[in-house]
C-alpha cells in the first residue's frame, strides 16, 4: 500500500510499451504503478516515477522489486516459472501464477494442455530431428486427400521465446527441415492451417473468479507483424463470436488465468482454431483505450487487484488500431510527422512508446474510431503510414 494515497502498488516486471500505458491507466485509478526495467532508456522508464532498474532473471532483484507491492504482474512472458514460483511461495501475490503463465511460455506445454481440455488446435507433434519433422508431413498427406505433395508445407514453432514472426518457420521440404533441426532449436511442429482470417478473444480474469469478456477483434498480419486490429471483427457471426469468447473464458477459467488473457485463433471455413496464447495486455488490446469503455490496462490492473471487472462494450461502432511501425532513416522528425497528421485528422489518437527508432521495430499505434469500418480503416491506415513513412 502506498502510505501517501492509501491505495495499492502494483509493481509491473518489464519495461516496455506494455508498463507504459498500464502506467496511464494507474494513474486514473490513483495506483502507483513500479516497473522493473533493464535500462533507464526503457519506454515506461521514461514516464513512471517509481522504476527499479533490473532483469527479469535475476530472482534476488525480483524479491527486493516485489517488496511492499500489493500485486506483480508482467508485461511479458519471459520471466523464469521458477523465479515466478519461488516468489508466490514467499507470500507475493503474483499475477498470472507459475502454473498458468507456462502454458504462455512454452509452446509444446501449451498444445498439450489445450489437447486434454479438447479445445480446438492444429494437428501437431513435438520433434527432435530433421526426420521427425519429415515423417510429421507424410501423416498430414496421408490424412487428408487435398494435402500439397508429401504434406509440406508445415509449420514450425520455437518452443520457447518468439513473438512478432520470430521463432516461427514455414517448412517447404526436407532440406529446410534438416537446416533448421540443425540449429538445436526445440521445436513443435504443426499443419499449416487453411485460415480465412485472424482473430483474437482478449478476457480478463479475477482472482474471485469473475471474467469480463471483450468483442472479438480480426488481426490484420503482414510478415508476421499485427499491423491492424479492427473492432468488432468484420461480418463475424453472433454465434462464432460468442463461440470464441466462451473458449476464451473457459481457458481462462481452466488454466487458472488472473489478469489478461488474450487468445489469438484461425478462422477457418470449418471453425475456429487456437494458434497462441498470451497472459498479459496484448496488442491486440490496444484499442480499448479508446474504443473500450474500460481500457485492456485498466481491466488488468483491476483483476489482479481483484476489484470487479469493468464495462467492455465498444465506444464506438468501429474501432480500428494500426500499429506504427519504424521507418527508415531521415525525412521530417516525428514531431513535424505529428503536427501533418493531427492536422490531416484530428481525430485520430496517436500513441508513441518513447523506443528508439528502427525499421519494422514497432514504435506505436493510432486508434480511430467512428461509424463506418471502411472509411475508419483507411483513416487510420493513413495515420500510421504518416508516422512512418512522413507521407500519406
Known sequence: MDIRTGLPVVG?????????????????????????????????ALVVADVRIG???????????????????????????????????????????????????????????????????????????????TAFAAELAAADPNAAAGGWPVVAKAVRGGYDGRGVWMLDGPEAAAELAATGTALIVEERVPLRRELAALVARSPFGQVAAYPVVETVQRDGICVQVLAPAPELSEA????????????????????????????TEAGIVVNELAMRPHNSGHWTIEGARTSQFEQHLRAVLDYPMGETALAAPAVVMANVLGGEPGGMSIDERLHHLFAADPGARVHLYGKQV?????????????????????RAARAARWLQEGTE
Not at 518489464?14 to 533493464?38: D, F, N, P, Y
Not at 470464441?244 to 485463433?265: H, P, R, S, T, Y
Not at 525499421?359 to 480511430?368: D, L, Y
Open 12 to 44: 509491473m516486471v518489464g519495461g516496455g510499451q506494455l508498463a507504459r500505458m498500464t502506467h496511464q491507466a494507474a494513474i486514473a485509478l490513483g495506483q502507483s504503478l513500479r516497473v522493473l526495467a533493464e535500462s533507464p532508456d526503457d519506454g515506461a
Open 55 to 133: 532483469t527479469h532473471t535475476d530472482l534476488a532483484a525480483l524479491r527486493e522489486f516485489a517488496k511492499g507491492c500489493d500485486a506483480v504482474t508482467f508485461d511479458h512472458e519471459h520471466v523464469p516459472n521458477a523465479h515466478i514460483a519461488a516468489l508466490a511461495a514467499e507470500g507475493v501475490k503474483i499475477y498470472p501464477g507459475a502454473d498458468a503463465i507456462l502454458y504462455a511460455q512454452d509452446k509444446q506445454r501449451m498444445r498439450e494442455r489445450l489437447s486434454a481440455l479438447g479445445a480446438p488446435v492444429p494437428r501437431w507433434r513435438p520433434v527432435a530431428s530433421a526426420e521427425d519433422i
Open 240 to 267: 462464432r463470436a460468442v463461440e470464441a469468447q466462451q473458449l476464451a473464458i473457459d481457458l481462462a477459467n481452466a488454466l487458472g488465468v488472473v489478469g489478461l488473457l488474450a487468445v489469438e485463433l484461425f478462422e
Open 358 to 378: 528502427r525499421p519494422g521495430r514497432k514504435i506505436g499505434h493510432v486508434t480511430v474510431l467512428g461509424d463506418d469500418m471502411t472509411t475508419v480503416r483507411a
